[in-house]
């Protein structure tokens, strides 16, 4: 047990920061659910944003089946109303559409994630932890690939529960940090079950931290810079959809956050699908063009982008290379794009992981190696894999090559990580939209992602409740 004095030593300076967190209020104008679209309670100028047709489509399928909102519920700040009304992809990206429910093929637990969730609302499968810290956004995309935490729906869990996902408790996670890096510390550097290494880096996310105020936002990053993270990342989309959200008040509390707390890094991880979000021809939007210049001002915060290939919303080589070259300029670092994962109902929303290569491939055709760093990545159970190449021509030496092949490269592994960087190469199916659709298909697979044994291993590091007297 830690002495007290080191207790008090450890509140005091997180207790003087709290209390100089200004209450801060933000009015995002927010419309939630498609009933006010429906019966037309919507300000005037947005109740054209859904056709008649179009209303009458989804009015069809309510309490059935194929009712919209149970999959994903509907939410929409004005800020980006305003943007999509001159933007068909960002229309597509936040307009809810009964093709959403037409095959609700799927996983609710994508990834295995909830195999690696010691604690409620913290997932530790690599060498950083994620922690849901919030259950919404400021707006909805339709292709969340959280959407069964927005939803609240139940899924199933290791012990067999069903239940549906909660949010991360500070105490629980402190505690679980504190006991994993004693024990990678006493065990000289490696965990003894899970063999991980120390945890150094947390991931903000859930939803959106930034719908957070700035005193619980400002209690999670005390609270784990107390227990000696270094680097914290907030994965946040309120830069498309609310930017104001980072106003005075708002870096006010990160700066004297990073007074009290100055070896802690902070990582702003970014969410823009298309140029249309921020740009308007050439000409940033102000207050988000001023948000990312306020974050670039300070040099302990790093900003990155990662965003998923969506069908309808930037599958499109030009989009994408503006993207890409619009945010470099202003010091935004290309962090991954993603295919889309085989959420419940992905494939109303997924680009063919093969055609995603070809266009991101097309859109880093006249960029800089600076401005070209993405790579595109999928998120499976196994872990981070890499889309490496698609080659189109038939390749003779492999047997079965003859319409070509994909090579798949594992590039982040769980746990001791003893897989990273084996690759798997498969001969090429134009239609796959996941990865199984490759099953059939497997030329050489050093990953083991189509082995019949192939299930997420559960996570070997013990529930903080039966680590805490250890």
Known sequence: ????????????????????????????????????????????????????????????????????????????????????????????????????????????DPAGQMNYSPVEGLLHKYELALIYVASTCSAHCRFCYREELIAGKEVSRPDGRIASKGLADTGEVVAYIEQHNRLVKNNGGTHPRSGRGELREVLLSGGDPMVLSNRRLGAWLSALADVGIESIRIGTKELAFYPDRFDAAFFAMIDDFHAHYPDVQLRMMLHFNHPDEFLRGETWHPSTAHAVDELALRPWVSIDNQAPIIRGINDDAEALRTLQRALRRKGIENHYFFCGRDIVGHKAFNVPIERAWQLLNESQKGLSGVESHARLALSHFKGKIEVVSVVSEPVSRIDGGDDGIVIFKLIRSPADAKDRSKVTIARRNPNALWIDAYADRVVYDGVGLFRQDRKPMRHRDSPVKSLVNA
């Not at 100089?20 to 927010?30: F, G, L, V």
């Not at 947005?46 to 056709?51: H, L, P, Q, T, V």
Request: net charge positive; no cysteine.
């Open 1 to 108: 047990m830690m002495p007290i004095e080191q207790v008090r030593d450890r509140i005091a300076p997180r207790q003087t920061f709290l209390n100089s967190i200004p209450q801060a209020k933000y009015d995002r104008q927010i419309v939630t659910g498609l009933d006010k679209f429906l019966r037309g309670r919507v300000p005037e100028d947005m109740r054209a944003f859904y056709s008649e047709s179009e209303l009458a489509a989804i009015e069809q399928h309510k309490h059935t089946m194929h009712d919209i909102e149970a999959r994903m519920p509907v939410k929409l700040t004005r800020h980006y109303f305003e943007l999509a009304k001159h933007s068909q992809p960002l229309q597509t990206l936040v307009k809810a559409s009964p093709k959403e429910t037409f095959d609700l093929a799927g996983t609710a």
